[in-house]
């Protein structure tokens, strides 16, 4: 290694060092003591967010929903000295629907809502190709969140690490993930039931396959909401949310579009406000030479959207969610909801 290499690096050492002192002492730092320092690190850049700014009117619709979470989850912060004994907050909460109708949204919102820190957790998160490591991330997430309490712990696609024991394809460290996620989640519930709600861990996870879930697991998530598909009024709050940046041509009515999109999650929505929304792009570039495309300017290219580009984009895009798939969460909801 020449001089030059090693001056860069006693700088680089260096720098970091005084990036770490500058830290604020205020901010109370995890001592991720007898675990791996990489682990720790890991969990603190991937997942903590000390304020996820969206609130309740970045959702459109969903009003029976977000009554009920705040009802579990945000009033227990706010009147702690009322949520105790039998009215003690839900050890888990879990929100079930089809895909794009904003489970992710609405967790971050009661994050934001409650000022909690809040952990976005997805099964690759917690899953590791070593032995005995995913459990150990588990107890680490736990033991995390306990320490920066109050916090809310959002487990999405949850399906994927807790599907039901016992099958025939389950594999051990599969199960052993399960087994320590119910003993995490049995921690949090006697923790609520002796200590202050303002120091609570809540738990909330999201499911597109309610069906497919342990059942000892599904009785630990004591609180189940159905997320629906959005209403008529849902729908034309969702174009606007999505629209607002962009021009609309005059004879354009939202609400007639909204009734055209019956069926269509917000995913989907979005996903047709996209599509119409670069027609105008599309149609001005048609039969241009890459050259005389990267001359146009901006100005040229914000052309309002007209009707014809929202009735070319339902053409294309489909809604992902089939009447079937409907009846099947209703029928769950009918059997084991709790909202």
Not at 261 to 289: H, K, P, Q
Not at 322 to 327: I, N, V
């Amino acid at each position: 290694m020449d001089l030059s290499m090693v001056q860069k690096l006693l700088e680089f050492k260096e720098g970091k060092k005084i990036a770490q002192e500058g830290v604020a002492d205020d901010v109370l730092r995890f001592d991720g003591a007898g675990y791996d320092k990489d682990l720790v690190e890991a969990l603190e850049r991937d997942i903590v967010s000390r304020n996820p700014s969206i609130h309740w009117d970045d959702i459109a619709d969903l009003e029976e929903a977000k009554k009920l979470l705040r009802e579990a989850v945000v009033l227990p912060m706010w009147m702690p000295d009322f949520f105790k004994g039998i009215r003690r907050p839900w050890k888990g909460v879990l929100m079930v629907g089809p895909p794009g109708t904003g489970k992710t949204m609405l967790a971050k919102a009661v994050a934001t809502e409650c000022g909690t820190t809040f952990f976005n957790v997805s099964s690759s998160t917690l899953t590791s190709k070593y032995r005995g490591e995913s459990e150990k991330l588990v107890r680490l997430l736990f033991e995390m969140a306990r320490f920066y309490a109050p916090a809310t712990i959002f487990i999405d696609e949850i399906d994927s690490i807790c599907s039901r024991r016992g099958t025939s394809d389950e594999h051990e460290a599969s199960r052993r993930v399960k087994s320590e996620l119910l003993v995490q989640m049995d921690g949090v519930g006697s923790a609520l039931e002796n200590d202050d709600p303002s120091k609570m861990v809540m738990v909330l996870a999201a499911t597109n396959f309610p069906w497919n879930i342990d059942e000892a697991l599904r009785r630990r998530l004591e609180k189940r909401i159905y997320i629906p598909l959005p209403t008529a009024k849902g729908r034309a709050e969702l174009l606007k949310i999505n629209l607002r940046e962009v021009e609309l041509d005059p004879d354009i009515s939202l609400e007639e579009i909204a009734e055209k999109i019956e069926g269509y999650s917000g995913a989907d929505i979005t996903n047709v406000c996209r599509d119409a929304s670069l027609m105008a792009m599309r149609r001005r570039i048609n039969g241009l030479t890459p050259e005389e495309i990267r001359a146009l300017s901006k100005e040229e290219l914000q052309m309002p959207v007209t009707k014809g580009d929202f009735e070319l984009a339902l053409k294309k895009i489909s809604k992902s969610v089939s009447t079937a798939d409907l009846e099947k969460y209703e029928k769950w909801m009918a059997e084991f909801g709790s909202a």
